[in-house]
């Protein structure tokens, strides 16, 4: 057997790497030990993984390369390295969710048990905002997460060290969760893709909550294909398979998107990115959102974020608050003692957004938008409190919801735009993000 090069070996995609197996090009182990040399090398300036399983993980390759000799493979991701973000439970890995410390869990998260039964193996826990409640993965207890283009700058969040880990190549794919948008603004930041599923279609079940009506588990990886490998590995929910085609499409342009503040470079991404669907022979339709006001949805759905968070944090606010730092002791105090009334006036806000986004798929096949207002910022910059507000709306709907990374600014940093579709279409929309990446 002879083995490509380190840098090779972390570059391939899943299917290549299946393939890779199966001609005796290498094998899980020694993919396995490329990429714990990777984390090793790049860790310490990055800081995407707050812990390296590295034994479980030789331990599950050498089980990898054992079936794949005997030729028992369990899946296509079998003896595949990825990671998962440190609020989704691994059995006896501490389970911090950003904070100072948590709980050792008993047993793995559902979806790690799939993918254990699927074959993947486990690289370890990747850092993230504290308690998944906000977008820069500035952690004050174990340190930023950096972006990949440049240290000092945010790679986004809740899910930032996912997004850092599969754009620096320091795992095939990794999983996030996403409230509002902490898959798909991590994958804009860094230049990778991102998919936020259907409400409902990956399991939640040992993953730490947030805000439990809007909370999904997403994988993120650096091609559509392996999303769509990731996705059918995660879920036992049979998926709906009917392909989009880009001649004849039907794609919204949303009218409240184009009157938001957003960057010029995400403005300038974004309307090429609809000029060149025009050319493949996609029909542009003007729709409108309008009980959709952005500002108005997003601080609705932090509300009751809040509010959950106060729920399922109760006992540790009161007993271990230094759990904590004072800022999110802060956000869900907040929670703990907003009013019935303002709490039952955000719901009726997010259900009359999500409403309008699910009521235009009767018009459209696929909506688009920028992902984020913004790129990438400095963590010395205050944080813009808009960057969810493109994102937010599919959590309102449940729907499934892409981001594909379009171009680079001026300084290099990643531009991505974001595809929605009805629920249920989530194959069908990472097959349409293949197409757009193919051409």
Known sequence: MINPPVTELTSLSIKQLSQAYQDGQTDPLAVTNAYLSEIKNKNTELNAYLVVTSEAAISSALASTQRLQSGRTLSPIDGIPIALKDNIDLLGI??????????VPKQDAQVVKRLKAAGAIILGKLNQHELALGTTTNNPHFGPAHNPVRTGVTPGGSSGGSGVAVAAKMAVAALGTDTMGSVRIPAAYCGCFGIKPTFGLISNNGVSPLARALDHVGPLARNPADLELMLRAMTNSSLNRVPFELKGLKVGRVKEIDEAETHHDMASAYHQFLRELKEFGANIVEISWPNL???????????????????????????????????????????RDAAQEKIKGAESIVSKAGDDVNASF?????????????????????????QADFTAPANFAGCPAISIPRSKNAEGLPIGVQIMAAKGRDIGLIRLAQMFAKA
């Open 94 to 103: 501490q389970t911090t969710n950003g904070c100072k410390f948590g709980p």
């Open 293 to 335: 006001k952005m500002s108005r949805a997003r601080l609705a759905g932090l509300l009751l974020s809040e509010v959950d968070a106060a729920r399922a944090y109760s006992d540790d606010l009161l007993n271990r608050p230094d759990r904590f730092s004072p800022e999110i002791r802060a956000m869900i105090s907040y929670g």
């Open 362 to 386: 009767n018009e459209v096949d696929v909506i688009v938008t920028p992902t984020a207002p913004m790129p990438a910022f400095e963590f010395s910059e205050t944080p813009p409190p808009n």
